[in-house]
C-alpha cells in the first residue's frame, strides 16, 4: 500500500509539474513505452544494456523499454521540424539497476525540451530557470558546467586531427580520455607490440590466411595512421596542463569566467564557447537566476550519458547527498543531427524525478 | 537438517569434482543407476548431494536453494549480479581451467591490445556502418571488461557455440570466448590481444551467502571444512 500511496504522491507531482511546463508554453507529447533498440544501442553502444531493460519482439527485433524520453521526443519533432518548440511529457523511464539493489528500476520523469534555432543562450537560460522554479521551495543546489568548452578546447589542441578526433571520441570516457592525453603528450610509451610493428620491413610477415569482414586494405590504413602519429610531435605539456585547468575548475560560474578568459589568451580556439558561456551567464541573470553564487565544474557531465554537449546542469539536495539529482538537463545540438541523418535542431531540455520531490517535501 | 551440495551432474567436472572431493575423505556418488540424478555423500553426516547442470548452480547458489555447489568461476560471475555479495568461494578446486579471453584475426597485424581494438572498432564503424561485432556468450563479463577498458564503437552479437567460426562466416569481427589450450583458436585463424584476458576461470566451491544456515549447518560446515582442509 505504501507503494502505491508513494505512487499516486509522484504522479500528482508529475501532473503538476506538466501544468508548470504548460504555462511555460510546453505543449504535452506522448511517446512509447517500447523503443527499438537499435538506435538506442548505436547511440549509446552496449553499455547501454547495463542500464536498460532490452527484450525481444519476434518479428521487431530488439526492444528497450524507454530509459529515457529525450531519443523519442527528438525522433516525434525532426518528423514535424515546426520551429520554434517547446514540448512536456511525463511518464515512466527503466533502467537497471546492477549494482545497487535500493535504486529503483523504474520511476517518473516530467521533461521540458525546446527546439528553437534563435538566441541559444536564451533558451539555455529558460529551460534552467523553468526547471528551478518548478522546484524552487526545495532550495536544491545547482551545479553547471559546459561540454561545449571542453569540446572546443579539444579541437583546438595543436596536434594532428586524428588525435583530437580520438580524444572527442572519448571525452566522455575520464579515464581512457586520460590515457590518451598521455599517450599522445608523450608521457606513456607506446606498448611494444606497435613499435615492434612500426619497425618491421613487413608488417604483414606473420599475418596468415586472411578471414573475417575487416580487409586487408583497412589493416594497411591503420598501421598508416600508426606510423603518422609515432611521427607526430607530443601536444605539449602547456597544452595539456589547459586541458587539466579547465577540467578542474570548480568555482562559482563568474570566476571560471574569469579563468577560462585567461586560458583563452593560449588556446584561442575555446574562445567561442567562453563567449557562449559569458553569453548564457548573462541571459540566466537575465532571468532572475544568481549568477554570481552558481557553482560551475569543468567536468561535469561527462559521466553521464553522452549526449549533451553544451550547456549541462544538475539540481541537488545538498541534505540527502545519498539521493541522485531531482533535475538534469543540457544541450543536445549534435544528438539531433545524429537522429536526424545529418539534419540538426539546436536543441535544450531538462528532466525532473517526481518521487525524489515527494520524498524531499517530506511525503515518504 | 542437511546441507546441500551441488555438484556438476555428468562429464569431467563431474569426474573430477568427485576425485577432488574424495581425496580428502569425502565420498561423493551417484546412487543408484548411472543416469539416475540422485547421489551420496559417505564419510560426512548431514550432507545431501543434488547433482546439477553446471550453468545452473550459480543460480541454485544465489537463490539459497543449495548451500554449497561447485561450478565454473565464470559461470558464476557470468550469471549472478553483485556475485561476491550472494555467494563466497570457499575453495580453487584447481581443475576445469580456462581462460576467458578476446581474441582477433591473426591478419589484424595493427592489433595486439585493446587499446588497438578500440581505435579499429572506430575505423571500422566508419567504413563498414555498422558498430564491430563481437560473438561471445559472456555478455555480462565481456560487456563490463570492455566499458573498464574503454573500448567503444562495438557490439555483442550471440553465439552459443563454434564462436571461433564466426569470423570466417562473416557475422563476427571478433570472438569473447573460453580457450584451454588455444588450439581451436589458431584453427581458425585467430590470436588473443595481449591484454585480452578477462578471466581466468577454474572449477571452485562456493558457499551461498542466501542459503538459510541453521546451527546444525554451520556445525556440519565447519566439520567439512576440516576435512577440506580450508
Known amino acids: ?364 | 537438517m542437511t546441507i546441500k551440495l551441488g555438484v556438476p551432474s555428468k562429464g569431467r567436472l563431474m569426474d573430477k569434482t568427485f576425485a577432488w572431493f574424495g581425496a580428502r575423505g569425502v565420498i561423493l556418488r551417484k546412487s543408484g543407476t548411472e543416469r539416475e540424478y540422485a547421489g551420496v555423500v559417505d564419510g560426512v553426516d548431514c550432507v545431501e548431494l543434488v547433482l546439477l547442470s553446471a550453468g545452473e548452480i550459480p543460480r541454485e547458489l544465489a537463490a539459497g536453494r543449495i548451500h554449497l555447489g561447485v561450478t565454473g568461476s565464470d559461470l558464476v560471475r557470468e550469471k549472478l549480479a553483485n556475485w561476491d555479495q550472494r555467494v563466497r568461494e570457499l575453495a580453487l578446486m584447481g581443475f576445469g581451467g580456462a581462460d576467458l579471453i578476446i581474441a582477433v584475426p591473426q591478419a589484424w597485424v595493427d592489433v595486439d591490445t585493446l587499446d588497438d581494438l578500440d581505435a579499429a572498432a572506430a575505423a571500422f564503424r566508419r567504413t563498414h556502418g555498422f558498430r564491430m561485432r563481437i560473438a561471445t556468450k559472456y555478455h555480462r563479463l565481456v560487456q563490463e571488461f570492455l566499458r573498464e577498458n574503454g573500448v567503444a564503437d562495438y557490439q555483442l552479437v550471440d553465439s552459443q557455440g563454434a564462436t571461433e567460426g564466426t569470423v570466417k562466416n562473416e557475422t563476427a569481427e571478433a570472438v569473447a570466448d573460453i580457450t584451454s589450450t588455444g588450439e581451436t583458436l589458431r584453427a581458425n585463424f585467430l590470436k588473443v590481444l595481449s591484454d585480452g584476458m578477462i578471466h581466468a576461470s577454474q572449477a571452485t566451491l562456493f558457499k551461498s551467502l542466501t542459503a538459510e544456515w541453521s546451527d546444525e549447518d554451520r556445525t556440519t560446515l565447519a566439520r567439512l571444512k576440516v576435512m577440506l582442509d580450508l
Open chain 1, 1 to 364: 500500500m505504501r507503494g502505491a500511496v508513494a505512487k499516486s504522491a509522484a504522479r500528482a507531482e508529475a501532473a503538476r509539474l506538466m501544468a508548470h511546463f504548460a504555462d511555460a508554453g510546453a505543449v504535452p507529447v506522448e511517446t512509447a513505452l517500447l523503443q527499438p533498440a537499435e538506435t538506442l544501442l548505436d547511440l549509446y553502444g552496449e553499455d547501454i544494456r547495463a542500464r536498460a531493460y532490452v527484450t525481444a519482439d519476434p518479428l521487431r527485433g530488439e526492444q528497450m523499454l524507454r530509459p529515457d524520453f529525450t531519443v523519442p521526443v527528438v525522433q516525434m519533432h525532426m518528423q514535424s521540424m515546426a520551429e520554434p518548440a517547446r514540448y512536456s511529457y511525463a511518464g515512466e523511464v527503466f533502467r537497471k539497476q546492477e549494482m545497487d539493489e535500493t535504486r529503483p528500476t523504474e520511476y517518473l520523469q516530467a521533461g521540458f525540451e525546446v527546439f528553437a534555432a534563435d538566441d541559444p543562450a536564451d533558451r539555455d537560460a529558460e529551460v534552467f530557470s523553468v526547471i528551478t522554479n518548478a522546484l524552487a521551495p526545495l532550495k536544491l543546489r545547482a551545479v553547471t558546467g559546459d561540454i561545449g568548452v571542453l569540446l572546443a578546447a579539444v579541437q583546438g589542441l595543436a596536434t594532428t586531427q586524428a588525435r583530437r578526433a580520438a580524444l572527442t571520441r572519448h571525452l566522455w570516457r575520464p579515464a581512457r580520455f586520460r590515457a590518451l592525453l598521455d599517450r599522445f603528450g608523450g608521457r606513456t610509451e607506446a606498448p611494444a607490440s606497435r613499435a615492434a610493428l612500426l619497425a618491421a620491413s613487413d608488417p604483414f610477415a606473420k599475418a596468415g590466411v586472411e578471414v573475417g569482414l575487416r580487409s586487408h586494405a583497412e589493416v594497411a590504413a591503420r598501421i598508416h595512421t600508426l606510423r603518422t602519429d609515432a611521427a607526430t610531435p607530443p601536444i605539449s605539456d602547456e597544452q595539456r596542463a589547459l586541458i587539466d585547468a579547465i577540467l578542474s575548475l570548480r568555482e562559482t560560474a563568474p570566476n571560471v569566467l574569469i579563468a577560462l578568459r585567461d586560458i583563452s589568451v593560449d588556446l584561442p580556439h575555446v574562445g567561442p564557447a567562453v563567449d557562449r558561456l559569458s553569453a548564457r551567464l548573462d541571459a540566466l541573470d537575465a532571468r532572475g537566476v544568481d549568477v554570481e553564487t552558481l557553482a560551475f565544474e569543468g567536468s561535469y557531465g561527462r559521466t553521464s550519458m553522452e549526449y549533451y554537449d553544451g550547456f549541462v546542469f544538475g539540481l541537488y539536495a545538498d541534505d540527502r547527498p545519498e539521493l541522485p539529482p531531482v533535475a538534469t538537463g543540457g544541450r543536445y545540438d549534435a544528438l539531433t543531427r545524429v537522429l536526424g541523418q545529418g539534419r540538426g535542431v539546436p536543441a535544450v531540455g531538462g528532466v525532473i524525478r517526481p518521487e525524489l520531490v515527494v520524498q524531499l517535501r517530506g511525503g515518504s
